[in-house]
C-alpha cells in the first residue's frame, strides 16, 4: 500500500510562498503522475498542478498559473508545488496524489492514491 506523506504546509501573509513536498512510501516506478488537489471549507476538491512522471510535462490550473510550480524528484519519490505570490484565496487543505493510469490529470476520481492533506492559510 503506497502512502503518501505532504509536509511543507503553514500560515503566511499575502503575496508570501510557501513549498510543499509530498513524499511516496514506495517506488513510484509505475507511476503515471502526480497532482496537487485542494479543498477549502465549504467548496469541492480542485485541481492544481500535475506533472507527468516520466517526461516531467506539467499542468496548470488557471488560478494558479504563473504562480505555483509543481515539479518532481525522481530518485526521491517526491513532488513538490512551489507556491508564490499567496492569496488569500489559495487557503485551503492541499493533498498530493498518485495516478497510476493513462488519463486527465485534472480528474481526482482518476488517482489511486492520496495524501492525508497540508493546510495552508494565507492572511491578508
Known amino acids: 500500500q503506497v502512502q503518501l506523506v505532504e509536509s511543507g504546509g503553514g500560515l503566511v501573509q499575502a503575496g508570501g510562498s510557501l513549498r510543499l513536498s509530498c513524499a511516496a512510501s514506495?517506488?513510484?516506478?509505475?507511476?503515471?503522475?502526480m497532482g496537487w488537489f485542494r479543498q477549502a471549507p465549504g467548496k469541492e476538491r480542485e485541481f492544481v498542478a500535475g506533472i507527468s512522471w516520466s517526461d516531467g510535462n506539467t499542468y496548470y490550473a488557471d488560478s494558479v498559473k504563473g504562480r505555483f510550480t509543481i515539479s518532481r524528484d525522481n530518485a526521491k519519490d517526491t513532488v513538490y508545488l512551489q507556491m508564490n505570490s499567496l492569496k488569500p484565496e489559495d487557503t485551503a487543505t492541499y493533498y498530493c496524489?498518485?495516478?497510476?493510469?493513462?488519463?486527465?490529470?485534472?480528474?481526482?476520481?482518476?488517482?489511486?492514491?492520496w495524501g492525508q492533506g497540508t493546510q495552508v492559510t494565507v492572511s491578508s
Open positions: 496524489a498518485e495516478k497510476k493510469t493513462r488519463g486527465p490529470m485534472i480528474q481526482s476520481g482518476g488517482y489511486d492514491y
Open positions: 514506495q517506488t513510484t516506478f509505475r507511476t503515471y503522475a
